[in-house]
């Protein structure tokens, strides 16, 4: 490699720490945020981790048996049963003397929004020892981008075909999880990785149910470009469709991006295949939505504690 | 120290005993006592367990998957829908080859609701990997957690210790708990041969392809066929050290009979009363109790039923479009080795009571016929 | 973070050389998952001001530190484009690969 020798050779200006738990040679597709959010959250919590990875698109990211592309242990289980794998795996490590090790239940929407979210509940009213990640993509895209409850209103899917596009809003799982009054809820994005660092080593120093959910576009299933990726999760915030917040013991509720000026989220759909056959009466009708949303969420954090 | 226990207690003592680690139960009428006792033990702090109170029978199986990987022994306890409800997680814990041990309730299934006994909760899971101890008396019930435990630890494969409903999970018997040591000295800790740890980290249960899934399977079922042997040996290392005899089948008064009745479960108990009384009147009547269906005990049913002149299946269950499942376990394995005639008998669904009246039915219709009138002859039903 | 070296594939000849369960014994590294690749990114380091955002936004882990400067590593890099879209000094050009 032939460096400018012109130049004065600076220190790169890192804004994450160096050390990789994951590595090249895994199977995502081009662009994934999923991958993305596994690295940083990795980054953020090191070695002494373990995951609990049900069916969703990491049980095959991370390559098949006899492989693995992460630094870290991994118990593939069952789809609805992240939440409660983490907590019997940390139990037992606790039993067998590892009381160092961060156990992360690692799922998608579906496994979190839909099948998983008993488990999720029985976990979380407990206040099990664990931290829950739900990277979001918002479809089943490892089955080929089927409606989950995570898919946003006016979307389509392989199930929710333009015709019929999904007609209900996206659940609100951040809302379900703080009224379980557990000590820390986050949303997260991949393009804002300073602030997903930074919640996920907040998240680390404290005991009991941790969730944070982190936005993590899908070129392959949303219809985007692989190089929007990054664009996409700016516009997601900027447009505040996905907030970027905090809630401490289901009572505090802190904001951590405000757009100064709200983005119209014609913005963010128009760039996304999944949404280019919305009218503009039902663009409107996601704009009301995404306002109210927002609304109460300011309320939420001007209220608190709640 | 010899105590009077219900057959649920017995299990909660067999796991206390085994010094399990990590619990995961949810409640289901017949097992309650089961996990109150164990909750009372961990509160106690009589037993270092981490009890985790779930919200599911599949979040249960799931948290003793985890623990289980992590190293630790695992337990719980459940019965008809919830083991029914756990059945995908069954298969995770075989293919998985983690050693939980469960204990199940034979519970009938709903609908109609049903609390009462019969086996097909059970038998649905015959084929998830797991191996299968049905226990005739609470003696049993304590001193198979703690076999079980030893054979399911040297093998990786997960066990199930089946007890029937009410007749067995709610009677009272005496029964002898032995020392802690004793039991510590019969069952070291568990020292699995992989567990999940950050020290050395691997990836369980990845994506399997076609290259590779067909050798582990076959793997599970090599390990499957070295059981028999291990819990015939594990029960002679236990009775040296406690002076009681397990087997794979308990077979009485077999020698030199012509009737031989293959029951399970308490019916196995009754079958004795049955036995006796029909010898009294001079009828050389036997029966066979198989206490292990998983691994089928190929030898010892072979051997011992070849010697006779008719065979008589009970089951307390039905495997329907087909037969009685014991009926089909058996038939299956004398098929070659012996052409004895092989009566199946369906009796007890749901609780019905089998009784020494029963029996009597069963055997007098054996003694009368050849060969079997019918295909299935339900006893007791009201036609 | 270094340039990574791939690794081998493991093959089993037997069953007896597998473990019991299903768990991995190596590193996906054997996958090189630069043949995905129908455009390749190239770094004109003339104009890059080491600000780590290309590095930083790789799903990949293929571009690499060395000397204080982004090295994309073509035996990874899958070519998702991600790296010259968010570089702000647009030093970093998609080109075409020969086939």
Not at chain 1, 39 to 58: D, E, H, N
Not at chain 2, 276 to 294: S, Y
Not at chain 2, 302 to 311: D, E, G, T, W
Request: hydrophobic share 40%; charged share 25%; aromatic share 10%.
């Amino acid at each position: 490699m032939n460096h400018p020798q012109k130049k004065k050779q600076n220190k790169m200006r890192l804004t994450l720490p160096l050390e990789e738990y994951m590595h090249s040679g895994h199977l995502a597709c081009q662009g994934c945020g999923a991958t993305l959010a596994m690295r940083y959250v990795l980054k953020a919590l090191g070695q002494r981790t373990a995951l609990c990875i049900p069916a969703c698109c990491w049980s095959v990211i991370d390559g098949p048996f006899p492989y693995s592309s992460l630094d870290v242990p991994i118990f593939h289980c069952a789809f609805e049963t992240a939440a409660i794998s983490a907590a019997g795996l940390k139990a037992g490590l606790e039993m067998v003397g590892d009381h160092e090790t961060q156990v992360v239940a690692w799922a998608g929407d579906g496994g979190t929004f839909d099948i998983g979210i008993q488990a999720l509940s029985g976990v979380a009213e407990r206040n099990d020892d664990i931290i829950y990640v739900c990277y979001d993509n918002e479809a089943y895209m490892n089955t080929g981008i089927q409606r989950s409850s995570a898919t946003p209103f006016g979307a389509w899917t392989t199930t929710t075909p333009v015709k019929h596009y999904k007609n209900r809003p996206k659940k609100d799982i951040d809302a379900i999880l703080a009224a379980h009054r557990i000590p820390y809820v986050a949303t997260a994005n991949i393009s804002y990785p300073e602030d997903l660092y930074r919640k996920v080593l907040k998240a680390k120093n404290i005991k009991g149910t941790r969730f944070i959910h982190i936005y993590a576009p899908c070129p392959s299933g949303w219809k985007t470009r692989p190089e929007d990726t990054i664009k996409l999760g700016k516009l997601a915030v900027q447009t505040c469709i996905f907030p970027l917040f905090e809630v401490e013991e289901g009572s505090t509720w802190k904001i951590n991006i405000k757009p100064r000026e709200k983005k119209p989220v014609e913005e963010y759909l128009m760039r996304q295949g999944r949404f280019r056959h919305l009218t503009a009466e039902a663009i409107a009708l996601i704009q009301e939505e995404v306002d109210r949303r927002w609304a109460r969420l300011l309320k939420y954090e001007e209220t608190s504690p709640l | 120290m010899r105590k009077v226990l219900m057959g649920n207690h017995a299990l909660s003592y067999g796991a206390m005993l085994s010094r399990v680690q990590v619990i995961a139960a949810y409640p289901i009428t017949p097992q309650t006592q089961v996990v109150e006792l164990l909750s009372e033990m961990c509160a106690e702090k009589i037993l270092d367990a981490q009890f985790i109170k779930v919200e599911s029978e599949h979040s249960a199986m799931a948290a003793c998957l985890g623990a289980s990987l992590a190293g630790a022994r695992t337990f719980t306890a459940t019965s008809a829908q919830g083991l029914a409800l756990m059945h995908e997680l069954l298969h995770w814990a075989s293919g998985g080859r983690l050693p939980v041990v469960l204990g199940n309730i034979n519970r009938a299934m709903a609908p109609g609701w049903s609390i009462w006994t019969d086996q097909n909760d059970s038998l649905s899971q015959r084929d998830t990997g797991w191996m299968q101890f049905y226990c005739g008396s609470n003696q049993e019930v304590l001193d198979s957690v703690i076999q079980a435990f030893k054979v399911a630890e040297k093998l990786h494969i997960p066990a199930m210790i089946i007890l029937d409903a009410f007749s067995l999970s709610h009677t009272y018997e005496i029964v002898d708990v032995p020392d802690q040591e004793k039991v510590d000295k019969f069952l070291p800790p568990f020292q699995p041969k992989f567990r999940l740890t950050p020290d050395e980290p691997h990836a369980f249960g990845g994506l399997t392809s076609p290259e590779h899934y067909f050798e582990l399977r076959y793997k599970l079922q090599k390990d499957m066929e070295k059981a028999p042997a291990l819990i015939e040996e594990t029960g002679q290392e236990f009775e040296e050290l406690f002076g009681r005899k397990l087997g794979l089948v308990d077979p009485y008064k077999c020698d030199d009979a012509e009737i031989i009745l293959v029951t399970s479960g308490t019916t196995g108990y009754t079958a004795r009363v049955a036995v006796d009384h029909f010898r009294e009147k001079g009828l050389k009547v036997g029966n066979l109790r198989i206490r292990v269906l998983r691994p089928f005990p190929f030898e010892k049913v072979q051997s011992i039923l070849s010697h006779a002149k008719k065979v008589a299946v009970i089951d307390r269950n039905i495997s329907y479009g087909h037969h009685g499942i014991f009926y089909q376990e058996v038939k299956s394995a004398l098929y070659g080795n012996s052409s004895v005639p092989v009566f199946g008998y369906i009796t007890g669904l749901g609780g019905r009571d089998i009784t020494l009246n029963t029996f009597q039915k069963i055997i007098e219709e054996t003694q009368r016929n050849e060969t079997p009138p019918e295909r299935i002859s339900w006893i007791g039903v009201k036609k | 973070m270094k340039k990574q070296q791939p690794t081998k594939k493991i093959i089993f000849h037997s069953e007896k050389e597998m473990p019991l369960a299903p768990y991995s014994l190596g590193s996906m590294l054997h996958n090189r998952t630069g043949a995905w690749r129908n455009i390749r990114p190239e770094i004109n380091l003339e104009n890059c001001i080491q600000c780590g955002i290309c590095w930083k936004f790789c799903p990949d882990v293929a571009i690499y530190i060395e000397n204080e400067y982004p090295v994309v590593d073509y035996t990874y890099c899958k070519g998702c484009g991600l790296c010259a879209e968010e570089c702000p000094v647009k030093c970093i050009t998609m080109v075409e690969e020969e086939k």
